[in-house]
């Protein structure tokens, strides 16, 4: 079952048996707009400040993602979710209301393939028959903790990257479970993880996190192939986290350095999530909810459809706090793989 | 293998092999002072920060406790850790140089207890054959991130707590892997947990953290003995992470309105840890190392002696952020429960 040095192969794959989108407008007026299922029309989401905007995507996407696999939020076991702000204050508030044992995160935006990892190794091994993974980021939230006030109009570097206002949550079933009560096919199955460790190469410029992820994105890939025996043949799509244009270039020339040519089949969800010229998002979107909504809008139908047929998913995080960077610290990435497939039938 | 709501019970609980504490110097002081494997003479530890000085709490606790196991970290799968800092940075930069996956996780002060939950139910299931969980805090850096400067020489009220300054670290090995490669007795077996919740009672006071976290942690008790069919008889122990005084109260008063009654069996590891009076730490020790170090220095010893049979062990985290708390938000807590039990013989 233990594959290779970080990897895991599962013996009975969990199925991904719903996914549920909640974007933020600017999201919503981007290419992949129409595939989500809920676009906020107003990014205070009705609250009185952003940090319970968020809180309420968190929440509005978990009720979703069970309602659309035909359950209660009382039939879910565990809750495995994060989200960027300090204490994850989002998560906290959002997911209270819903009374389910939480697991609660920090990955930066590789949170969402953290917490998909978790679901489905607690849901294979018989722990859980359902767990929501999920995770959230907000502009404003994300500018407030790490940047400069909105007000303040500061000039981005074009190496930045824009923090997507969404959240995507899936429910993760094991196969006993979704074969019991499941009518509809699954999305999608979880066959296997390789979880990423911490890789500083000593950047130290977060306004080009693209940079400080890509090498932390290389190392899970490269894992993933040398403890699977695999290469870029494997997969019909590997798909990272929020790289953005400068980072796609530094893990295109970090990979073919070692002998690997992902240059066909590679896709960041950060280069998806906006038209850079037309949206003013400079290098691309991030965030953890940048990875989490283009899989549940985009990547799942797809997978689900079997226009792809399997593909890894490589969510990728930036280690960095304003504490860390203001005391002379390098940004650290981190990045978790998830090797998502078709189901043929169940 | 589930067993009621929110927890479960282990068919082949995994165990224990070896525990490492490191200890600031009030801490070193204190009643346990001589149980911890290190005291640091000072509590910047020779870096040059506070968080430079948590995150070496973390390294050193670590390598000890794979060292104190027999095996070199390189053998140790995966990492189950966080602490108390925005964006987990104790954590990332004193982790990185061990080069192992990393599961970051934030539970506030119940840290400890997420990550030995996770850490089992991943080393029980055969996902890895050793996980290290662990969890520190700092007096310095928690002061600084949630409360005022330290030049400030603000009072604080009765009501409050001390954040502890230290790292507890377990090694969690699957009963195969044990019994492959341990030749000494493991300290204690993991045989279930009860995963907590989100609670909150409305409490706005962050210098009352006892009373904010106290709800919390009823409710883990009490879905324990729900989920089991048990009562207090079935403990030696029950100990809660960061109570405090203040929050013992209302834990026995919470427990006594349904019946159950803990208190000649209930123990508080921030009452523990500190000699209240004489060391002014008004209620009692808190932070993710309070419950760590405890477990690390004099729970799990009294366990393997067989002194204590069956420990519910429950640290307890208070979910705020500045943040919250300056939005005029209450103090959520949240509380997971572990149950430790004596090893008679492999």
Not at 44 to 68: D, I, R, Y
């Amino acid at each position: 079952m233990q594959k290779g040095k970080a990897s895991i192969q599962f013996d009975e794959p969990p199925y991904i048996i719903s996914a549920a989108s909640v974007a933020g407008t600017k999201e919503g007026e981007g290419p992949l707009g129409s595939l989500f299922d809920v676009t906020e029309q107003d990014d205070m989401m009705g609250q009185k400040n952003w940090e319970a905007a968020e809180s309420s995507l968190q929440k509005k996407a978990a009720e979703l993602a069970a309602k659309k696999a035909g359950l209660t939020t009382g039939s879910i076991r565990y809750l495995f979710a994060g989200d960027l702000l300090g204490q994850l204050i989002a998560t906290s508030f959002g997911l209270m209301d819903l009374e389910i044992p939480l697991f609660g995160l920090y990955g930066a935006c590789s949170t969402m393939g953290e917490a998909m990892s978790l679901g489905a190794m607690v849901a294979e091994a018989g722990y859980a028959d359902r767990c929501l993974s999920l995770a959230s980021s907000h502009f404003a939230t994300a500018e407030k903790q790490f940047r400069f006030p909105l007000a303040y109009g500061n000039q981005r570097p074009y190496s930045a990257t824009w923090t997507a206002t969404g959240c995507g949550a899936v429910v993760i079933a094991s196969q006993k479970a979704a074969r019991n009560e499941q009518t509809k096919k699954p999305l999608a199955k979880i066959t296997g993880i390789t979880t990423g460790k911490i890789v500083d190469f000593g950047l130290k410029d977060s306004m080009n996190m693209g940079a400080a992820m890509a090498p932390a994105a290389f190392h899970t890939i490269w894992q993933n192939f040398q403890d699977f025996g695999w290469d870029e043949r494997q997969f019909d799509r590997i798909i990272t986290g929020d790289l953005g244009t400068v980072g796609q270039t530094i893990l295109l020339d970090l990979l073919r350095k070692e002998g690997y040519d992902i240059t066909g089949i590679h896709m960041d969800c950060g280069i998806e999530l906006y038209d850079g010229e037309k949206q003013d998002t400079h290098a691309g979107g991030s965030g953890c909810g940048c990875s989490a909504l283009t899989l549940c809008a985009m990547i799942l139908p797809k997978i689900q459809e079997g226009i792809w047929r399997r593909v890894l998913f490589v969510p990728t995080g930036a280690l960095l706090s304003t504490v860390s960077y203001n005391e002379g610290n390098s940004v650290p990435g981190i990045a978790h793989g998830v090797i998502i497939e078709h189901v043929e039938s169940v």
